[in-house]
């Protein structure tokens, strides 16, 4: 039999409610790389305090190790349960906003969500991103500019929504190309425009372990009605956010906290608007979703970052600081 | 489309890393039973907490879906990966030492462990509970008595170990039945007797994600040579542990936290004892196992678990009560 060395560390025995956590600890000290081993020191000591604030007991204990698996055996490349469990929680929502400091004045991020693919068709501007006929037509007019109010031309815009009955393609089992999604560039104004159908609510998958929490936890799973954007350009930040329409009945109740109310959008009609519809092409009635984005250089939001960093250190008292960007111990 | 009435709440919206966690706890306030909204209310804080301590990036975020997700794929019937997690972080042996409270003078427990089976056969007393060859053979001879010192009678003895080679049967893909496994009862003496093989330490399963966690920790995967055991009976707490083997390189730095110095032994052998090889059929070099087990009843186990309970109530300042042996918020 291969033997492997035991470590040289302080001998463990004994283990109590009590000493467990600095064992465990000890034990993991080992790690040379200093971001993983803080990660899993407070991993591990929230996990612990847990179990003993709350007294958990065996059988509750066996209850989540057979959810955690049923999460995990349901998961699919198009079903992201554990993104799900993440996104109820919202844990998603924390960490993006954790990762994504905003400058005043520019856009806000929200949940990627489960749903973005990497097959989206990348299509020219007026593009119809939806082929579903039951869906209300939807011109999109948005402009991107940077934080001094400059058009930022040649972004890439991954723009996603579900059909009229609630649905992304990807919940089809015969999906055979991409619906309801795109990329388009924004033109030399800044520009991004292309047809769409009216979002509407509609429930999270809700069918498996991540709805059946959802149910002992009297929740609905409903998202209020919104369209995913994502927005790439080499030298600015990525910015994965939505858009939400104004008085949905799910506005201040999501399912995964993902509305912000810079997020929450009146459609107006193209013909609001002086010589829209006849520009893009529409009847004066189509509704009109206009936004303007306002993107991050890679810089502000790097320095935006380190500014939230710095005050979690002066938070925590001064005894982490920061390596690559990321929180270590001093 | 089936709508659901949004919940009768305070309305959340523009969701910040500051307001993520009381938002979260108000949507999932409507849960009829305690004891859940108290066991979601530590868990979202901590780890909301976790999240913002760290500062946890996306990208970290996204390792640790991906991992989970892993957990649970190569989870089956035998194998128990997200116990093994729990083992390796110190988390079962933590909820086991929480669960089962011990009163002094009565043997502690320790993690079942991801190996033990529902399928080992009932044996009479003095059988050989493992087939392999290669092991040294070991007698076992043990008493199961109550905390007065009374022995025991009829106690179900279920015990398990691995082969010489450190695998347990169930890590054999060709399994025909059970191996290095039984059941027994105790006699009316509560004397439990039967043979083995002397216990090797072995590496848990290390092939698949935790391993790679183990691995990522610079930890090594090994626990020291040890003999599992569940007792039960009718009116008796149930008792899951182990013996260990004095002197094992892994002693102090068993991969999932199970060694305490009350389960540590010293194997004799049976010729040690006065007419001992004669009365069990075995030769007077073969190494003995003997260990004097002590049984709560559930009554004492109860009122352990309850007096722990109240001691953590006390250390909250007194803002939980009890509600059937559980803790929830007054």
Known sequence: MQKHTPPDLPPMKDLTTDNITDNVHTINSSCPDPRTKFLFERLVSHLHDFARETRLSIAEWEAAIKF??????????????????????????????IDHPKLPGSTEGTVLGPFHTQDAHHVDAGHHISRDP????????????????????????????????????????????????????????????????????????????????????????????HMHFMFKKEGYDRLITALYLRGDPYETSDAVFGVKESLVVNLSRAGDVEGLAEKYGVSPDTKLLQYDFVLNTVEEARKAREEASLQEIERQGGKLRLQDGLLIPK
Do not use: M
């Open 68 to 97: 955690l698996v049923d999460v995990g055996k349901i998961s699919t490349d198009v079903r992201h349960e554990f993104i799900l469990l993440s996104d109820v929680l919202g844990l998603s929502l924390l960490v993006d906003a």
């Open 134 to 225: 039951d869906g209300e037509p939807l011109l999109a007019v948005c402009t991107v500019k940077d934080t001094q109010g400059r058009p930022i031309p040649g972004v890439s815009v991954d723009v996603w929504e579900t059909d009229s009955k609630g649905f992304y393609d990807v919940q089809y089992a015969d999906r055979s190309s991409p619906d309801g999604r795109a990329i388009l560039d924004s033109d030399s104004d800044g520009i991004v425009h292309f047809n769409a159908i009216v979002p509407v609510p509609y429930p999270i998958p809700h069918d498996g372990p991540v709805g059946q929490l959802l149910a002992k936890l009297k929740r609905h799973p409903y998202r209020p009605s």
